[in-house]
């Protein structure tokens, strides 16, 4: 797999930039929140990030953009791997695999949307349903993806081995996440069980898996997928 790609066509570009757009809203919130004090270095929960301005206007606003960016590559994905499931002569129900893909990917979108609109310390039950379910069809969608293409003739076993990677990296990380939350508290609506004036330092445990996981079975499991946005348009 290559790490960097010159010459990028329109659906790589599209990819890359909606990566570049998510990693930068977090990257860049977490410092003007750490700079301006309201947040420990050590370490926020991603969610935190949305708590106060600017930091959290950043958030907001930048991975909405991220979220609806991803929209029409998951449709080329969609359309591009059930040509190659086809011309590979797999099994019909690769096809439906495929399918299943594209609706999960397209669920978790609208999670995220709705997640990054819905303040965490304003609306605690909607904010942990909507992420919960991101996270989980975000995993669960990476599992799909692995299966489908091990069904296209030649797909390079490289790429497949370091999918197969990361996603499993989100898995220990979201498992870990929920094994390290403090006693009596749900991972979903840990804020809400903590309280408003909770210790910072009970949930750095926590935090550190729930950025992990979104840096290995999200940004970087997500970025492989330059490979088959290779000479791809998202315009035709």
Request: overall charge neutral.
């Amino acid at each position: 797999m290559k790490l960097l790609y010159r010459n990028q066509s329109q659906g790589q570009k599209v990819l890359n930039f909606m990566l570049l757009t998510a990693f930068l809203s977090l990257v860049l919130a977490y410092i003007i929140g750490v700079t301006n004090g309201h947040h420990e270095p050590w370490l926020p929960t991603i969610s935190e990030l949305d708590e106060t301005t600017p930091e959290g206007t950043l958030w907001s606003a930048g991975l909405t953009a991220a979220g609806v960016m991803s929209i029409p590559v998951w449709i080329k994905l969609y359309q591009k791997w059930d040509g190659q499931l086809r011309s590979s002569n797999a099994d019909r129900k690769w096809l439906w695999f495929n399918l299943l893909f594209v609706v999960m990917a397209q669920i978790a979108t609208v999670s995220f949307i709705w997640t990054v609109n819905l303040p965490l310390n304003k609306y605690p039950i909607p904010h942990g349903v909507t992420a919960g379910l991101y996270f989980y069809l975000t995993l669960l969608l990476g599992t799909v993806a692995i299966l489908v293409v091990r069904k296209i003739d030649n797909y390079p076993k490289d790429i497949i081995k370091i999918r197969l990677v990361l996603n499993l990296a989100g898995y220990v990380s979201m498992a870990l996440l929920a094994l390290t939350v403090p006693e009596g508290v749900k991972p979903l609506f840990m804020y809400k069980d903590l309280g408003a004036d909770h210790l910072h330092s009970v949930h750095a445990m926590p935090s550190l898996f729930e950025w992990l996981m979104v840096f290995t079975a999200q940004i970087g499991y997500f970025y492989t997928l330059n490979h088959d946005m290779e000479g791809e348009s998202i315009i035709e």
